[in-house]
């Protein structure tokens, strides 16, 4: 009996318990919370944090973030309006403003998603497909950074953009805003994260541009070859100018040394004839002389003369 009683009492306690723990539930600020009594709606929603109660056991409390969401498109290959095919990805920013048609629309965070897929993808497909892609590309028109020999393009030959990538992704945002009012939801931001060509296009425009840098650099070389030939035909006029001008003067002291030398000579030969021709024999002996020499002298040579003297 007493065995009994205290299992009675046992589960008492539990159940009571289980019952004031069902009737309370915490709100984080993070949070909101859409409580739901058989899967139906009861109240308003709960915005605040705090320590809340409900009936346990029949209602059910529905968290829900008051954070910014991300919502992280999937890159799309999608024509623009000059049949250019480019890969586009994107992002957006969004937030649950209204918990209560939130659950009744799409459920939970999953549901949200799968539906801004199908809403966002559509506007950008819609967006893009009906501009150029310089549209898509460009913000502004404002002159670009690189010179023309880079560019290859003539500054009155830019295409002018008319709205540029800001008011399209403006353009996308403001239609998806109209999309999500009835959803509980609202579209903060939204901006194209990355464009780019397709394979296929980006091997071809990988190739133009090596070929347009090519013909580029091909004219520098050739306007480089010509600098070059220019300086070099000008160095080659002042080499010989200055050869010439260093041969006419070297001649001139050489002519001059010569003279000098002639009077010199002659001023020898007057002060002493008899000495000259000999210092000039003498000169010419060791000129046309060496060892194995044979010397056939007549008597009446100056050289045998001068040695006979000389004894």
Do not use: C
């Not at 992280?72 to 957006?92: C, E, L, M, S, W």
């Not at 893009?128 to 560019?151: G, K, M, Y």
């Not at 939801?185 to 980006?202: M, P, Q, T």
């Not at 000129?287 to 045998?304: K, M, P």
Request: proline residues 2%; aromatic residues 10%.
């Amino acid at each position: 009996m007493k065995n009994f009683v205290m299992i009675v009492v046992t589960t008492l306690i539990l159940l009571g318990i289980m019952v004031v723990g069902g009737s309370f539930f915490v709100v984080d600020e993070t949070q909101q919370v859409v409580i739901t009594q058989f899967g139906d709606p009861k109240g308003d929603p709960v915005n605040t944090s705090g320590l809340k109660v409900k009936i346990p056991f029949i209602q059910k409390a529905n968290y829900f973030d008051k954070r910014f969401l991300e919502w992280d498109g999937d890159p799309n290959q999608i024509p623009t309006r000059d049949k250019r095919f480019i890969h586009v990805d994107t992002y957006a920013r969004w937030q649950i403003i209204d918990p209560l048609k939130y659950l009744e629309r799409l459920r939970d965070e999953l549901g949200a998603q799968s539906r801004l897929d199908d809403i966002l993808d559509g506007e950008v497909r819609n967006i893009v497909a009906s501009h150029d892609l310089i549209e898509v590309v460009r913000s502004s028109n404002r002159e670009f950074a690189v010179t023309e020999e880079v560019l290859g393009i003539e500054p009155e030959k830019y295409e002018v953009i008319e709205q540029g990538r800001s008011k399209l992704a403006e353009e996308v945002l403001n239609a998806a805003q109209k999309r999500t009012e009835d959803l509980g939801i609202e579209i903060l931001d939204f901006r194209f994260k990355r464009i780019n060509y397709v394979r296929e296009v980006r091997t071809e425009v990988y190739n133009r541009m090596i070929s347009e840098r090519n013909r580029i650099a091909e004219r520098f070389r050739s306007e480089g070859a010509g600098e070059s030939a220019r300086w070099n035909g000008r160095r080659e006029r002042e080499l010989k100018e200055i050869t010439s001008e260093a041969y006419r003067q070297s001649q001139e002291i050489k002519g001059k040394a010569d003279a000098k030398a002639a009077d010199i000579y002659a001023e020898a030969y007057r002060s002493d004839a008899e000495f000259y021709r000999f210092y000039k024999t003498m000169e010419t002996f060791k000129d046309v002389i060496d060892e194995g020499t044979i010397l056939v002298l007549t008597t009446d040579g100056d050289f045998l003369r001068y040695l006979g003297q000389a004894k």
